[in-house]
């Protein structure tokens, strides 16, 4: 009898332990639970912090892309307001996407240039212009987890992206022309000189390069004359420079940048015959012909040359700034003594293009008779060849075309510069 009331006695104990244990094992296993769901939520709101940084940071990029130019120059409170334009412009994006920067559930710190992240060395990107970042931070409520406190958890996110423009090639000439002999020809102490850049060569002709009669190339170190076939030179011409031969040949660079489209362009009408005047961008139907010494204005735009040429003579002196010149079948010639001083426009597909004579153009380009031509950006033709003669002097920036002719004392200077040359968008997230 005793036995079995100590028995009884026993199972009850161990009854009351096991459900004890119970009890404190069932609050362990329910917090870990707790805690397990609660980082599920906040591993998914870690990477939506993720995707609205980097939406955040690309549309701040954009918008200093489309500005990107103007911001290298500009100052004070002009340069402030494009800064201003890209915060607005990703701090919107995140606010869309459910980020209301409103300091208690969310914040979004945008820095232009970045100012923090894990590169602050030359190969980073701190305080490097072109670039943004995007610092975002969601306060996510304790949800299962609230049984081992109050409070919220912090979830954040960082990117950066570029917004810069880039220029299609890093070369200062490029002869297309896959097989030419005389690709680039050099005579009658004619020139070519090339700084900052190289000059590339396709044809794979033993004489794709031919400098004779004291012509000569040149190109500054550490740039180099790359021909894809040979060279010759003869009575005093001459390389200056270091010269490869046999190399690779290159695809035209900028053979993505559509013909410009005269679908929007204003149409112009016929121009003054002489005098000084200026002129605006549009289309022009059977083109241009400056004369009779008229001293002439291009205004910044886009000129399309419908049919005809851009023809430029006698003692003309023009400018502008800003400009694009198109031809979709006829000829650019300089001559006569004329002086012209161009510069490209800066923003838009056409960045950095200062005159581009259409594909399958093949019409001649003509710049000789003592004319003093200094450009910046880029001439591209890349059908057709360009003759300098006649102890023309051109100063440019980047020279495109199907084969290059520089005679009878033609001074011809490249200088390359990737904020003059064609240059295209340069949009990425880079952290």
């Excluded at 031969?245 to 003054?272: C, E, H, K, R």
């Excluded at 002129?279 to 204005?297: D, K, L, S």
């Excluded at 300089?334 to 960045?351: D, E």
Aim: proline share 3%; net charge positive; glycine share 12%.
């Amino acid at each position: 009898m005793f036995g079995r009331v100590g028995r009884s006695a026993e199972r009850r104990a161990r009854r009351g332990t096991v459900a004890a244990v119970t009890a404190v094992s069932m609050v362990l296993i329910i917090g870990t639970m707790a805690v397990a769901l609660d980082g599920g939520i906040l591993m998914g709101e870690r990477r939506r912090a993720q995707s609205v940084a980097d939406s955040a940071a690309f549309s701040a990029a954009c918008s200093i892309s489309k500005n990107y130019s103007a911001m290298q120059t500009a100052t004070g409170a002009t340069l402030q307001s494009y800064i201003t334009a890209a915060e607005s412009a990703a701090v919107q994006i995140a606010n869309d996407n459910g980020y209301a920067n409103d300091g208690a559930t969310s914040t979004v710190a945008v820095n232009i240039p970045p100012l923090s992240g894990h590169f602050t060395s030359a190969n980073g990107y701190s305080n490097t212009s072109g670039y943004a970042e995007v610092l975002v931070a969601y306060n996510q409520p304790r949800l299962f987890s609230a049984i081992w406190g109050a409070g919220t958890m912090t979830v954040t996110a960082r990117a950066v992206a570029r917004g810069s423009l880039a220029p299609y090639s890093n070369t200062g000439v490029i002869v297309l022309d896959p097989s030419a002999s005389n690709a680039l020809y050099l005579a009658g102490s004619a020139r070519v000189v090339v700084s900052n850049a190289g000059i590339q060569v396709d044809s794979s002709s033993a004489s794709a390069v031919n400098a004779n009669n004291t012509g000569y190339a040149q190109t500054t170190s550490p740039s180099s004359l790359s021909i894809v076939g040979g060279y010759a030179t003869s009575s005093s011409g001459y390389i200056k420079g270091t010269v490869y031969t046999g190399g690779s040949s290159v695809a035209d660079p900028l053979a993505s940048l559509p013909a410009v489209p005269a679908a929007g362009l204003a149409s112009q009408g016929s121009i003054p015959g002489y005098g000084s005047f200026s002129i605006n961008p549009g289309v022009y139907n059977g083109g241009i012909n400056f004369g009779g010494g008229a001293r002439v204005t291009m205004n910044s735009g886009i000129y399309y040359m419908k049919g005809g040429p851009f023809n430029v003579g006698n003692g003309v002196s023009l400018a502008g700034d800003g400009v694009t010149i198109f031809l979709d079948t006829g000829a650019l010639t300089f001559q006569g003594g004329t002086r012209i001083s161009l510069t490209p426009g800066v923003a838009g597909a056409y960045a950095g293009v200062l005159i581009y004579q259409a594909r399958g153009n093949t019409s001649a380009m003509n710049i000789n008779n003592g004319s003093d031509t200094t450009m910046t950006g880029t001439l591209y033709a890349p059908s057709a060849q360009i003759n300098f003669a006649g102890g023309a002097k051109y100063t440019s920036s980047q020279i495109i075309c199907n084969t290059l002719n520089i005679s009878n004392g033609a001074d011809v200077e490249v200088l390359w510069n990737a904020g003059n040359v064609a240059r295209r968008k340069n949009l990425t997230i880079v952290e």
